[in-house]
């Protein structure tokens, strides 16, 4: 067997150098494999004997497959095809008949299990067995000249276990942590039996997510209480109804929480008292500082030579200031205990809505804004 790629390492020719003949493949804009031929001789021109035509969905799926030529005689008008987890059809049936046209068998990277190892003639032959059947490992679509798996982008060698090309996305989206992901031909990274690749572009985890290179499966969903009524009445596995309105048996109300109360904010009487004694202490600390300035004054201006006039400037000065001291202290001291302080703007209250909730009122300890 010889192969020929194209420029985007595409299969385009198969040439059987022991039959002497040649099918030739063709591909559309998004590579998806359109069409096969089957010719005599080791060239794709000339007529050819055998013709397959394949139609894919919008979502690349395929859709349809006609040939002409040397159609073989299908098994089965209508076949039902059962799978296993991979994908692989694994047995065909027949309705009409009512029996099984055929089964199939695979090693761990696809290559088929023939009826002459041991197995009866309904088991899949290398004529691509009696139903002819042509999607055979995960779902792939299988060449019987080649016994090669197309798996869109790249050709599975399944009796290889590995892919006849390279990676196109190359290196680039390898894995340092998988050394598996680095080998640009392996398949499933060298995992058939839990990894498929069905675009040949990436690994997939059929029903499962990948975990440390592993591919778990899903828990199954919890099993279904019978016993409720809506279930028994429109679940199909307790034998109801698949559809209808909801139904709750006997509806219990949600136990709410006790209502919390909360925290009790102090009252304005409270912070009033508080602002209050709070100024009184103030005013009283500046009534002390404000006569020891009075007296260090006295002192200075009875001790002052009548020589020297800056000194009893000096001593009068302090003298003054320390009676004005003494006097705004004492306005303070007063206030504060009969709730006329004049720092409360106007005298608004400390229970104000605007004071609501504070210590003290605001220009008493914080300054003025």
Not at 155 to 181: E, I, K
Not at 255 to 283: E, F, N
Request: with cysteine.
């Amino acid at each position: 067997m010889q192969l020929t790629f194209d420029a985007e390492n595409r299969i385009v020719q198969n040439y059987n150098t022991k039959a002497q003949n040649s099918t030739c493949y063709s591909y559309d804009g998004l590579g998806e494999r359109v069409a096969k031929f089957a010719y005599g001789g080791n060239s794709c021109t000339g007529t050819a004997a055998l013709t397959v035509a394949y139609v894919y969905d919008a979502f690349g799926n395929l859709a349809a497959e006609s040939q002409t030529g040397s159609a073989p005689t299908p098994a089965c008008l209508t076949c039902y095809l059962t799978w296993d987890h991979l994908g692989s059809v694994r047995m065909v049936s027949d309705a009409a008949a009512g029996g099984f046209t055929g089964f199939h068998d695979y090693a761990p990277f696809g290559e088929e299990v023939l009826s002459n190892a041991g197995r009866t003639a309904d088991w899949g032959t290398a004529a691509n067995g009696t139903d002819y059947l042509n999607q055979r490992y995960t779902g792939a679509e299988r060449d019987t000249e080649s016994t090669l798996d197309f798996l869109q982008a790249r050709y599975l060698a399944n009796q290889q276990g590995r892919f006849v090309s390279a990676d196109p996305a190359g290196n680039f989206v390898a894995d340092p942590g998988n050394p598996q992901s680095w080998n640009l031909y392996s398949y499933g990274l060298n995992n058939p039996l839990g990894f498929v690749d069905p675009s040949g572009l990436f690994t997939d985890c059929p029903g499962g997510t990948v975990v440390n290179n592993q591919c778990i499966q899903a828990p199954p969903p919890p099993p279904v209480d019978c016993g409720v009524l809506i279930n028994s009445l429109f679940n199909p596995a307790c034998g109801g109804v698949p559809q209808g309105p909801s139904i709750t048996s006997n509806p219990q109300p949600t136990p709410q929480p006790p209502p919390t109360r909360p925290p009790a904010s102090p009252s304005s009487t409270d912070l009033c008292l508080k602002a209050s004694l709070v100024s009184a202490l103030k005013g009283t600390a500046s009534l002390g500082v404000a006569r020891a300035k009075f007296s260090l004054a006295a002192v200075s201006l009875a001790s002052t030579p009548t020589t020297g006039p800056v000194g009893v400037a000096g001593a009068v000065y302090g003298l003054f200031g320390a009676a004005g001291n003494v006097t705004a202290a004492g306005f303070q001291l007063v206030g504060s205990i009969t709730g006329t302080d004049p720092c409360r703007q106007g005298g608004e209250r400390c229970d104000d809505a605007n004071y609501a909730g504070r210590a003290w009122c605001p220009r008493d300890i914080t300054g003025r804004p």
